[in-house]
């Protein structure tokens, strides 16, 4: 869970608890979270976004990102985002 501040909501991953986590972690800020498990002896990240809304603040967001995802087997991310994508364009 990554509780965020005044300016941003944060974000959350919820998960089984059969599931081993080997891994976890959120940004300072409380925009990204992510959870790393095994899958069929694969390491999986799960990540959690919620990109900021001003395109001046978001086009640095996304620049950093990759700073805050460990490499994995495969990544699956989630953005909750005000825009669509053609926007960063």
């Not at 089984?16 to 899958?39: Q, T």
């Amino acid at each position: 869970c990554s509780l965020g501040t005044w300016l941003a909501g944060g974000t959350l991953i919820m998960i089984k608890k059969k599931y081993e986590i080997i891994d976890s972690g959120v940004d300072p800020e409380g925009r990204i979270a992510y959870v790393k498990i095994p899958c069929n002896q694969i390491p999986i990240v799960i990540v959690s976004v919620y990109a900021p809304a001003q395109i001046t603040e978001r086009c640095a967001f996304f620049k950093d990102l990759h700073l805050y995802i460990p490499s994995a087997g495969v990544v699956l991310t989630h953005f909750d985002h005000p825009y669509t994508f053609d926007m960063l364009l």
